[in-house]
């Protein structure tokens, strides 16, 4: 088995036999990661279980299930089925529906998954041996349910892990959501899922007892406090230990102390407009930052399009593809990449097609952790709840004033959780600091827009001074893209400023489309859904007066690669192309005025 020595209470939760049943309590800094992992192992490689048939990991964090598949492939192993419950909702449905399932939203098809899961069972579900879960308690509403309906279709000899921690339950506003028409059916909580398991198959309950996360005095104290953030917990505690904490003041007066630390770093806001805001100060203050993106916001790694966008060949074999990656992206490991584009396109020989890449990426297909975009800011912007499950050396807790209505009683546990996660992501260095100016921050509501953003409003309702700009809101240039594509690789760089120029030829009276320029070279144009949004809050020329607004204030976060539809007459054929990431809130401009 592995070769991480485990304490007493991992070993407990990791040596089981396959058909056993357990609830494993852990919680923050207790080695779950590891305990997911090293059970993997154990359960595939020790206790016979089938890698592909036999185990299922249903999965919210992507820490522990990188872990165990890279200690996997480092012993040769076969990769076991790591999926979300939306993915595996999606399967059933794929199997087993009969009428077309796909104009129903996400809820919708958990619930028509868990209905055809109990009416007529499901073959994969039947071969199980095992099943792990992992952050169990981020399961709520109908995707409780759902869960609830595999474990009872699950085989009688079939054993599950539901790791998690109560504690750090902090989903439970979705249900609120529900509650006011706004999303599905169920109000099943965590807590009522976790008790509903233990009545119907009586798992062992087991807790991480160990702390192997916090290094220094405030970080092991918070901690300390996970008592306190459970049902009928002492509130006053975690209260009493977040006014204590270090205030630095200012964001602005936090940012040399940004620059001194070592590590990585963490600024955690309540929403995500907060969050957009306050990377918006530090950027203006010179501090390059990401914005921690949800789960559905994977972006491939910029180096598959810098490989191979403009192959020149649709195959590709092993050896052509170490040769391109060695010239192009020596800073890549080159038999890492291959294993990771084998497994993502179900490639079996030694060649691969880039058609298949472009095809997966451009499907939002779930990405092995060598695929993905990681991170290259050593400072990260992030909203508590996405945070979730992640550790930083260090963390600035920001406040903002408390707008609106009072949490109701039903909602204080939530909030007295969501300090306690927020207060154990640090490992070194926890304070405080007030957060830039929000008052003007706003959801738009219009029924028009593609996707909910924020805004910057003003004293009257029609007002517009930021907008937001995100993942999926850029495309690459597909009308002659060499010189895009090479100024991408040569100049543009993570902190590059951006000017977002109005393109008058492809816009309409109805949406504005902005071309992305770098330096007198335009990299990217913005999407057809960015236009319609933005013409959904400022309203579009027909029912207004004047010009569609610059946009201003964008820079570049990461490279990444994108992928579109094959183009048979461009070098960039495949449909793989280097394009920019942009995050953040854009400030309108009129004619070099802000409306």
């Known amino acids: 088995m592995t070769d991480v020595a485990l304490d007493p209470s991992q070993l407990e939760a990791v040596q089981i036999e396959p058909e056993e049943r357990q609830i494993v309590i852990a919680g923050p800094g207790s080695g779950k990661t590891e305990v997911v992992s090293a059970l993997i192992e154990h359960l595939t490689e020790e206790a016979g279980v089938d890698a592909v048939d036999g185990l299922l990991v249903i999965s919210f964090s992507n820490a522990a299930v990188n872990a165990a598949e890279g200690r996997l492939r480092a012993h040769g192993a076969a990769p076991v089925s790591v999926q979300t419950m939306d993915s595996l909702a999606a399967e059933i449905l794929r199997e087993l529906a009969t009428e ?26 039947g071969d199980l041996q095992h099943l792990i879960v992992d952050e169990v308690q981020d399961v709520v509403g109908v995707r409780a349910d759902f869960l609830r309906s595999i474990l009872s279709a699950m085989p009688a000899d079939a054993g599950f892990s539901l790791l998690g921690d109560p504690a750090q339950g902090i989903y439970d506003f979705q249900l609120r959501e529900t509650r006011r028409g706004r999303g599905a059916s169920s109000t099943t909580t965590s807590t009522q899922l976790l008790e509903s398991v233990s009545e119907a198959h009586a798992p062992t309950l087991r807790e991480l007892t160990g702390q192997y996360r916090a290094s220094s005095r405030d970080s092991q104290a918070a901690m300390r406090l996970r008592d306190a953030a459970l049902p009928h917990g002492d509130a006053s505690a975690l209260e009493g230990f977040f006014a204590d904490l270090i205030h630095l003041g200012q964001i602005e007066d936090a940012v040399d102390l ?5 590590g990585s770093t963490a600024l955690l806001t309540a929403t995500n407009g907060q969050a957009l805001a306050t990377a918006g100060a530090l950027r203006r203050l010179g501090v390059g930052v990401e ?91 992030s909203t508590v709840h996405r945070a979730k499950g992640l550790e930083f050396d260090n963390v600035v807790l920001l406040d903002f004033p408390v707008r609106g209505r009072a949490a109701a009683d039903t909602e204080i546990d939530e909030v007295r959780r ?17 957060g830039p100016d929000d008052r003007d921050l706003r959801l738009a509501t219009s029924p028009t827009a593609r996707r909910t953003r924020w805004y910057v409003g003003g004293h009257k309702p029609w007002m517009t001074f930021g907008f937001e700009i995100g993942i ?43 071309a992305v320029v770098h330096n007198g070279t335009t990299i990217a144009r913005t999407s057809r859904m960015f236009g ?30 994108a992928a579109s539809d094959p183009r048979p007459d461009s070098p960039w054929r495949h ?9 953040g809130l854009l400030t309108l401009d009129w004619n070099g005025a802000a409306e």
């Open 100 to 125: 077309d399932y796909k104009d129903l939203d996400f809820d919708d098809r958990v619930e028509e998954a868990t209905r055809l899961l109990a009416d007529d069972g499901w073959d994969r579900i």
């Open 258 to 262: 940004l620059g001194s630390w070592r």
């Open 291 to 381: 914005i921690r993106r949800s789960a559905h916001q994977q972006v491939a790694a910029s180096w598959v399009a810098a490989t191979l966008g403009d192959s020149t060949t649709d195959s590709v074999s092993k050896a052509d593809f170490e040769k391109l990656i060695s010239d192009r992206r020596p800073d890549v490991d080159a038999a890492a990449a291959w294993r990771a584009l084998r497994s993502l396109v179900g490639a079996r020989g030694t060649e691969i097609t880039v058609s298949s890449i472009a095809n997966r990426v451009r499907a939002g297909r779930r990405l092995l952790p060598d695929l993905a975009q990681s991170p290259v800011a050593d400072v990260v912007v």
């Open 418 to 434: 969501t300090q306690f996660v927020a207060l154990t992501r640090a490992r070194s260095y926890l304070v405080r600091a007030d």
């Open 472 to 514: 999926g809101d850029t495309e690459p240039i597909f009308d002659n893209p060499a010189p895009s594509q090479a100024h991408i690789v040569s100049e543009v760089a993570p902190g590059s400023e951006l000017a977002l120029r109005l393109d008058v030829e492809p816009s309409t009276l109805d949406l504005p489309v902005y």
């Open 532 to 561: 319609e949004d933005l013409a959904s809050r400022i309203g579009t020329l027909e029912r207004r007066r004047g010009t569609w607004p610059d946009l201003r204030g964008a820079q570049v976060e990461a490279i990444a690669t």
């Open 575 to 583: 449909g793989l192309y280097l394009a920019p990431i942009i995050t």
